[in-house]
């Protein structure tokens, strides 16, 4: 008896995960596809990087800036944009 009620407890313990993981996801509720977003987004970087090459020097001061700090990845493209943009 104690044996089969371990033996339940134990199979019922690996397979809510199972279970839990073959739910199916929520629908994505967005229109444009992932390629889409991804080709608005290296559009935006060029457009921002066009931009900001008319102000050498003051590109090259955020750009010291971002190694001090370590950002790397989006954040550090994101730092420039506001350094870029302050007065």
Not at 1 to 24: D, E, N
Not at 26 to 50: I, N
């Amino acid at each position: 008896m104690i044996r089969t009620q371990r033996f339940i407890a134990a199979t019922a313990f690996l397979l809510i995960p199972i279970v839990t993981s073959l739910t199916p996801a929520p629908a994505q509720s967005s229109s444009t596809t992932p390629t889409d977003s991804k080709r608005l987004t290296t559009q935006k970087l060029k457009e921002m990087r066009a931009k900001w090459k008319a102000n050498k020097p003051k590109l090259k001061a955020c750009r010291a800036e971002v190694r001090k700090k370590g950002l790397i990845g989006d954040d550090r493209w994101f730092f420039i944009e506001e350094c870029m943009d302050k007065a």
